[in-house]
């Protein structure tokens, strides 16, 4: 199947600071999401990214969708305490009725007060 | 009320046993999902389904078989549990009728132990 690469696998911040994460793929894909997973809980959706060079913002969020559509970036501004859980990015590959989503592995961030 | 409610949340269980995990949504999308989340292994597809009785594999299917009766009910089913189906289990929804690639809408998972 197709592989998602996301990085980093873990950070730790000082509350306050920003944030950056990212995936790659050596595929191309129509769409990518970004959730944001809380423990006990299922995924949540943050941001959707549907055209190249897209950059959609959601609060203290911020994701583009890269030029090249093998890529993507989350930024996180001012991290705060409950900016803790893993985030993951899916991607979707282009066609006609495409279902599947193809998920990087997770970053996992804390935020130390 | 959450829009896609799986339950049980959690079931411990015996090596062998048969085990069903239901989900239900409230959401009105065709479009209904299982996946399995593993530590370190992300989110994989096991079953997906776009219409009532239209079933179709996903990328880990062997072991699992789903059954779609209704719209809004989608159900996992483990014939001969075995320890390495340990895992979190995710049902999703999602609706093309509101145009191509919506995102999917995940319930809050069920945790599932097999001793």
Redesign the interface.
Known sequence: GQQLNQSPQSMFIQEGEDVSMNCTSSSIFNTWLWYKQDPGEGPVLLIALYKAGELTSNGRLTAQFGITRKDSFLNISASIPSDVGIYFCAGQLPGAGSYQLTFGKGTKLSVIP | DAD?TQTPRNRITKTGKRIMLECSQTKGHD?MYWYRQDP??????IY?S?DVKDINK??ISDGYSVSRQAQAKFSLSLESAIPNQTALY?C?T?D?ARG??Q???????TRLSIL
């Open positions: 896609v479009r370190g292994l992300g989110l994989r597809l997906y776009f996903g990328e995710f999703a999602s093309p191509p690639n995102p999917q809408h995940f319930g809050d998972g």
